[in-house]
Each structure stands twice: as structure tokens, then as C-alpha cells.
């Protein structure tokens, strides 16, 4: 399959996007991101958790953040089996962590780890239907709608920061 050029940007712009997420925690300014270290090794668990509903947020986040790299390695059939697929989403995910933790830039969390690639995995199963319905056109389709999203958000996210100022 010939790569489109659409997917190929669409999923560099993402990539971009998912750095900016995870990594600087949607901070414009990177010299205010968080300067602390913290490693948890526990499933699920919250030292010092007090509000509930802000942990199940954050859980949600991470697997809906990571939808759309599922539906992307999909599309550009990268790897070529499912299940690696998803291994590349715990691989991507475990990078994004052990940064985190090696820069001081937060929590690194056994959590997100499983959420992330969950995300993934949820994504790679999403797409089997999309091919199956859209054939040939599976991949650009995808990577039009995904990229409108991103755009999306990405002027809602700014629009609540600069109203927010």
C-alpha cells in the first residue's frame, strides 16, 4: 500500500500533539513544567488520592490519548500484525515514562503504561471494522478525520488557554 501523504502528516502532527500531552502536560511554557520525580510501581494506585473522580479522569485521558496511535498504526500498517501493534504502543508509552522520570518532569506510572496501551489497543481493533467497511479507503479516511480532531482540539485547547489568561 502507498502511503498517502495526508496519513503520514496527519500522524507526525499527532505524534507532535502526544509529545506535547504526555511529556510537558499541555504547558506552553516548558520552563513551568512540573520538577519533581516520582516512580509508581503499584497498578492503579494513588498515594495521597483524595479526589477520586480526578484519578478516574486521568485514567480515561490516557487510554482515549492513545485511541488514535491504534487507529494510525493501523492505517499505516505499521507493524504489520495487530499485536505488535500494540507493542508498539506500550514501547512508545514506556519511552514517554522513562522520560519523564529521567528529565523530573512528574510521575512515571506503571498506570499509564497499561492505559496507554490499552488506547493502543482499542485503536488497532477500532480500524479492523473501518477496513473491512471502507477498503481502499480506510487509511485516508482515517487519517482526514483524525487529523480534523486534532485540529479541533487543538484550537479548543488554545482558545481555553489565551480566554484563561
Known amino acids: 500500500m502507498k502511503k498517502k501523504p495526508v496519513l503520514i502528516i496527519a500522524f507526525a502532527f499527532y505524534m507532535l500533539l ?3 500531552l504526555v511529556i510537558f502536560k499541555l504547558d506552553l511554557n516548558i520552563t513551568d513544567a512540573c520538577r519533581y520525580r516520582q516512580l509508581i510501581l503499584i497498578p492503579f494506585y494513588r498515594p495521597g488520592a483524595i ?4 484519578v ?4 480515561v485521558f490516557n487510554v482515549l490519548a492513545f485511541i488514535p496511535l491504534g487507529l494510525y498504526l493501523s492505517a499505516l500498517e505499521f507493524p504489520k500484525k495487530a499485536w505488535a ?3 508498539t504502543g ?4 514506556l519511552v514517554f515514562e522513562i522520560a519523564q522520570y529521567v528529565f523530573a518532569i512528574g510521575t512515571s506510572d506503571v498506570t499509564d503504561l497499561i492505559n496507554n496501551t490499552l ?3 482499542i485503536g488497532v481493533f477500532i480500524y479492523i471494522p473501518i477496513k473491512k467497511l471502507l477498503k481502499d479507503r480506510a487509511a485516508s479516511v482515517t487519517a482526514w478525520a483524525l ?3 486534532q485540529l479541533l482540539l487543538l484550537l479548543a485547547y488554545f482558545f481555553l488557554y489565551f480566554v484563561n489568561i
Open 119 to 121: 488506547g493502543t489497543a
Open 90 to 93: 506500550l514501547g512508545l508509552s
Open 147 to 149: 487529523l480534523i480532531l
Open 56 to 59: 478516574i479522569e486521568e485514567l
Open 18 to 20: 502526544l509529545v506535547f
Open 51 to 54: 479526589n477520586m473522580r480526578i
Open 85 to 87: 501493534r500494540i507493542l
